[in-house]
């Protein structure tokens, strides 16, 4: 399985969704996205957008002001 990194910090809504939407739309089954996120927003629009595509979130934490997600594609 293939771990992918999507540095998004510093981004403004809706970027980072928009960006995890297009990088899991290219994506094969099983991927998983390392994401890392600065803006707050992210922590409600990244769940949001999981429950749309129905791919997972398999782990979600934050680091400081950093926002980082474990997305798998379904």
Avoid: W, Y
């Amino acid at each position: 399985m293939t771990t992918t990194p999507l540095n998004l910090r510093g981004l403004k809504c809706p970027l980072p969704a928009l960006r995890v939407r297009k990088a899991l739309k290219g994506a094969l089954p099983g991927t998983l996205f390392v994401v890392e996120c600065t803006d707050p927003m992210a922590a409600i629009d990244i769940p949001n957008l999981m429950r749309e595509t129905g791919d997972a979130i398999e782990h979600s934490a934050t680091q400081g002001e950093i926002l980082v997600f474990h997305i798998r594609k379904g």
